[in-house]
Antibody
Framework: QVQLVESGGGLVKPGGSLRLSCAAS????????MSWIRQAPGKGLEWVSH????????NDADSAKGRFTISRDNAKNSLYLQMNSLRAEDTAVYYC?????????WGQGTLVTVSS | EIVLTQSPATLSLSPGERATLSCRAS??????LAWYQQKPGQAPRLLIY???NRATGIPARFSGSGSGTDFTLTISSLEPEDFAVYYC????????FGPGTKLDIK
């Protein structure tokens, strides 16, 4: 079965950096586009970043542009999100999601807390 | 950016009743609209994609309709496990989500 397992979240100070990882299994990872979606505590869902199946194309939400970088390693069935210059408003659960046109599978998420 | 609004913000119903949730887009999204269910402490789960197609394993009591800018998610007869937050999401232009409708027990 499809599994997406995020890791790398934690507490970081404003201005700091964090790298999230997502380990995928149960499907041919290299066939799918992938994205990161986040959800601030008690709030709604926000798309963050997107990458094509062979990494030829990426796109980021305005809130992430210039600070976050999405990447993947198809040989390792892994998705990453490098987050720099973190702000308090980046505090959220970050979900790794599989995209087949629609977002059809979600990981359980990893919590990122930006606080001094 | 395509903005999605959902109504009502909260819907209080009893098990066995029919639930009707609405989602409106700021511009046409054709049929590129999905619905997700989220329970506390869990990731969202895909219910409906492309406006009216049930995802794998989703019970027949869930149905979606609409196109263009106005969409509806209907739950024909509420089960206890259906009380949750429901989000709509468009993929006509990247991804945006509505603010959610909380369906709670009356």
């Amino acid at each position: 079965q499809v599994q997406l397992v995020e890791s790398g979240g934690g507490l970081v100070k404003p201005g700091g950096s964090l790298r999230l990882s997502c380990a995928a299994s149960g499907f041919t990872f290299s066939d799918y586009y992938m994205s990161w979606i986040r959800q601030a505590p008690g709030k709604g869902l926000e798309w963050v970043s997107h990458i094509s199946s062979r990494s030829s194309y990426t796109n980021d939400a305005d809130s992430a542009k210039g600070r976050f970088t999405i990447s993947r390693d198809n040989a390792k069935n892994s998705l990453y999100l490098q987050m720099n210059s973190l702000r308090a408003e980046d505090t959220a659960v970050y979900y790794c999601v599989r995209v087949l046109g629609v977002i059809d599978y979600w990981g359980q998420g990893t919590l990122v807390t930006v606080s001094s | 950016e395509i903005v999605l609004t959902q109504s009502p913000a909260t819907l209080s119903l009893s098990p066995g009743e029919r639930a009707t949730l609405s989602c409106r887009a700021s511009q046409s999204v054709s049929s590129y609209l999905a619905w997700y269910q989220q329970k506390p402490g869990q990731a969202p789960r895909l219910l409906i994609y492309d406006a009216s197609n049930r995802a794998t394993g989703i019970p027949a009591r869930f149905s979606g309709s609409g196109s263009g800018t106005d969409f509806t998610l209907t739950i024909s007869s509420l089960e206890p496990e259906d009380f949750a937050v429901y989000y709509c999401q468009q993929r006509r232009s990247w991804f945006t989500f509505g603010p959610g409708t909380k369906l709670d027990i009356k």
